[in-house]
Every structure is written in structure tokens, then in C-alpha cells.
């Protein structure tokens, strides 16, 4: 069955930086886009950042635009999303996702798998 597992996440103090990743398996990586999500406690599921299947192709929230860089390793079937200069209002339970199609579409409903998430803290 596919699995997606994410990792990296943690306490960091705000302006620090994190590097989550994301391993998949049960899956033809390669040909799936995979994107990044968030969600803080009590709020909805949000988009971060996606990237297709080739990793050429890459877009992101307005929030973390200039912070944020998601990347991709096909070889290691791994996801990747650095963030910069963290804020609290980064604090949220990151997810990744994984579909068969690329486009700009932020809806996590279009996400075909997901991972448990990693939990990311940013102290003021």
C-alpha cells in the first residue's frame, strides 16, 4: 500500500529554519506530483508549496514565498521543503500529499495519499 512518512519537524525559535521531508513508498513517485500542506490547531488544511513529478515545475503559498523551497529526489523517492526564517505562525502540523496530476490547484481534496504529518513549532 502506498505510505508517505514525514519527518523533520520540531521546536525551533522564530527566525530559525527546518528541513521536513517526506519518504514515499507503494507508489511510482516519479510520476506523481507531491505537495506540501499545513495545518494549525483548529484550523483548516492549508496549501504550502507543490512541485510535479519532474521537479521542474514549482509553486507556492503567498505565506511562505521567499522562504519556503520545496525540492524533490526521485532517486531516494523523497520530498523535501526547507523553510527559512520561521515564524509562529508557521506552528502547524505539516503534511504531504501525493496525485497523479500537476496544476495550481491548492485544494487538498485533489490529493490522492497522505502521510501522518510532522509537527512544527516556532517559539516567539
Known amino acids: 500500500q502506498v505510505q508517505l512518512v514525514e519527518s523533520g519537524g520540531g521546536l525551533v525559535q522564530a527566525g530559525g529554519s527546518l528541513r521536513l521531508s517526506c519518504a514515499a513508498s507503494?507508489?511510482?513517485?516519479?510520476?506523481?506530483?507531491m505537495g506540501w500542506f499545513r495545518q494549525a490547531l483548529g484550523k483548516e488544511r492549508e496549501f504550502v508549496a507543490v512541485?510535479?513529478?519532474?521537479?521542474?515545475?514549482?509553486y507556492y503559498a503567498d505565506s511562505v514565498k521567499g522562504r519556503g523551497t520545496i525540492s524533490r529526489d526521485n532517486t531516494k523517492n523523497t520530498v523535501y521543503l526547507q523553510m527559512n526564517s520561521l515564524k509562529p505562525e508557521d506552528t502547524a502540523v505539516y503534511y504531504c500529499?501525493?496525485?497523479?496530476?500537476?496544476?495550481?490547484?491548492?485544494?487538498?481534496?485533489?490529493?490522492?495519499?497522505w502521510g501522518q504529518g510532522t509537527q512544527v513549532t516556532v517559539s516567539s
Open positions: 512541485i510535479s513529478w519532474n521537479g521542474y515545475t514549482t
Open positions: 507503494g507508489l511510482t513517485f516519479g510520476t506523481h506530483t
Open positions: 500529499g501525493a496525485r497523479q496530476y500537476y496544476d495550481r490547484n491548492t485544494d487538498p481534496s485533489t490529493y490522492n495519499y
